[in-house]
């Protein structure tokens, strides 16, 4: 089958190298993709919410599956676009109908969703600018650190963890009446601190099974220790090593297995990815949020661990098959490490040229903000290239990764020199 990836990141590099192994792919597309997908697929000047431009590839490319990577364009409704459509309505589109993709687009949403199926997560409330009065109220009624989310997408960046209370009033106030995310803070949600580790799942589902796919933990910060800036990652880990067979089934039935059920129950269309960001309060896991779609840079460490052939799986998926499926998994460990632009997650430069990827050997590099000009590989966004590596334990996989960057170069490069620090 002909298959189309929507998106430019390192997680689409990371979906492309793997569908590109499967002898059920004959011509493979990424739209708009970079230069890592440019070597293994044809990329398409198209954006990923261009819905009739994607029409047009899909009819002329004759693509009859469809992975969408990003979440923008399923928060505005691709998979009911092609439902819709006559001519599209029978491609498989992988990543859920515009109601059930709320789970990411809406923070309250999410929120109310997980209140009504008793699904573990922070006590919260959420504010407009018609109440931020209100808003200031329950920030005194809380402990620090104060959270507070942007309801909407802000690109991985609207939210703020602060540990002074009138500085959280001071944002929440930048947030709803400054417009400080756009709309996507046009609504606020504030919500108890959980003191704990971090972690992420990865569901699978065609709306009435489910598959598990690899543990990871990611690494959001763009300083070392976990300080300074949100970004959209700087480095993951797969497997979580805390994350033990108990704390996996409590995942599992407090947490998944309600999650698939809530989706049925309140008839959200869902065949997809089901990114479960987690926190391990004392023994117990809470959801800090859902995304719908695979995780950036998760999917560097997941993918490639998985051993079954991920067009089969895609396939189960579009046919309510997935029961069927058995899902293998690399006993290795994968980690990654971000390489960024000089000056991300604020204002950076672009097209720098990036040296030394030609002398990789132990290492993988997904390519994210990086794109062939000229024959040669530059620097086009702030996240750049993720640098994956397999080891027999993550802290061996870590040191091959940092080996591998030693021979890569690029002006004002960045990186973290501790992930995994804190394992």
Known sequence: MNILVLGSGGREHTFAWKISQSPLCNSLFVAPGNSGTASIATNLAIGV????????????????????????????GIHDFFLKDNDLKSIAVIGPQQAAAELEGSKEFAKEFMMRHNIPTAAYQSFTKTNVEEGYTFLETLQPPYVLKADGLAAGKGVLILNDLEEAKTELKHMLVDSKFGNASAKVVIEEFLDGIELSCFVLTDGKDYKILPTAKDYKRIGEGDTGLNTG??????????????????????????????????????????????????DDPKVIEYNVRMGDPETEVVLPRLKTDLVAVFKAMANGTLADVTIEIDERAATTIMLVSGGYPESYEKGKEIKGVDTIKDSIAFHAGAQFIDDKIMTSGGRVMAITSYGETYQEAIKKSYQTIENLSFDKMYYRKDIGFDL
């Open 233 to 282: 990652g700087m480095g993951a880990v797969s497997p979580v090593p805390f994350a033990n067979k108990s704390f996996l089934d409590k995942i599992e039935n407090q947490i998944v297995k309600p999650t698939v059920e809530g989706l049925k129950n309140d008839n959200l269309p869902y065949v997809g990815f089901i990114f479960i960001g987690l926190i391990k309060v004392g």
């Open 49 to 76: 919410t261009d819905f009739e431009a994607i029409k047009d590839a899909v009819i002329t490319k004759n693509i009859s599956l469809v992975v969408v990577g990003p979440e923008d364009p399923l928060v505005q």
